[in-house]
């Protein structure tokens, strides 16, 4: 073997057997504290560590938080449909007694007439004009007969019951229907006339002459009985607008406002007895 190959295999046995003694001196423990080997793999590889470490940690904290998310989506949609009927049984709750209370105050405003008095909630307009008729759900089953006479929570005049009756649904015809015809009197000047409707919000007062003293703005107008349907006494509205009959110079042109008001009108009374009630 050739001198320089030799000591090229010297060199590299030497080397070897270095790195050997060197690997197993780093690994000698040195008192309480790490190898310098465990120190320099740790420095190596903790980077390493903490990057796995972080990337699983993500993932897992990506998969927990996307079933997280799909339970409060489940959740919500199931509290907002709660929270939806919880709303429409306060809205029930709220009609009732918007409903009781106005029916009490239609009976302590009505006492004269206890014992003949049948209390009524408005289920339906007339939709092609709401000032003719309303119809309420009660009928022959509960005693109502054509021409009851029919007042609002105040005691105010409505209108009286037209047929057709039903077991449990009755129409109303509205003292403002144009072929309505109510008799009245002004509770001061004792002026009297027909009260008829004019398919709106007001009424005129009909067939009084231009020499008629009284109907003045503001007079109170009740009812008289003479037309034997409605009761005499019951309050109906007041005088608007008085002054000449344009179209026919011998009368008088006087306008009314009903007392009773649609914004307010869900529950009547249809009073069973007197004029027009069978007793």
Not at 59 to 73: A, E
Not at 131 to 157: F, H
Request: proline share 4%; net charge positive.
């Amino acid at each position: 073997m050739p001198l320089w190959e030799r000591r090229r295999s010297a060199l590299v046995l030497a080397g070897l057997t270095a790195f050997h003694v060197l690997l197993i001196s780093i690994q000698v423990p040195r008192g309480p504290g790490k190898s310098l080997f465990e120190r320099a793999v740790f420095f190596l590889f903790s980077p390493v560590q903490r990057v796995a470490t972080g990337t699983v940690h993500g993932i897992g904290s990506i998969w927990n938080g996307y079933f997280d998310l799909r339970g409060v989506r489940a959740e919500n949609q199931k509290l907002k449909k709660e929270i939806f009927f919880l709303n429409q049984d306060v809205r029930f709750l709220e009609d009732r007694l918007r409903l009781t209370e106005s029916e009490a105050t239609l009976r302590a405003n009505l006492a004269e007439f206890h014992g003949s008095l049948v209390a009524a909630r408005v289920i339906g307009v007339d939709s092609a004009n709401p000032y003719q008729t309303i119809v309420i759900d009660k009928g022959s089953l509960d005693g109502i007969e054509k021409d009851m006479t029919v007042c609002d929570r105040d005691g105010a005049l409505v209108g009286r019951t037209i047929a057709p009756i039903g077991l449990k649904e009755s129409m109303v015809q509205l003292i403002t229907d144009k072929d309505s015809s109510v008799s009245v009197r002004s509770v001061v000047d004792g002026l009297t006339g027909s009260l008829a409707g004019r398919s709106a919000d007001v009424c005129e007062l009909r067939h009084v002459l231009a020499s008629a003293q009284g109907g003045t703005i503001g007079e109170e107008l009740k009812t008289t009985g003479f037309d034997k349907i409605y009761p005499a006494g019951i309050r109906v509205g007041v005088i608007q607008s008085s002054g000449r009959d344009e179209f026919s110079p011998i009368f008088r042109s006087i306008i009314a406002k009903p007392y009773f008001s649609f914004d307010k009108i869900d529950v009547v009374a249809v009073l069973t007895k007197g004029p027009g009630g069978g007793g």
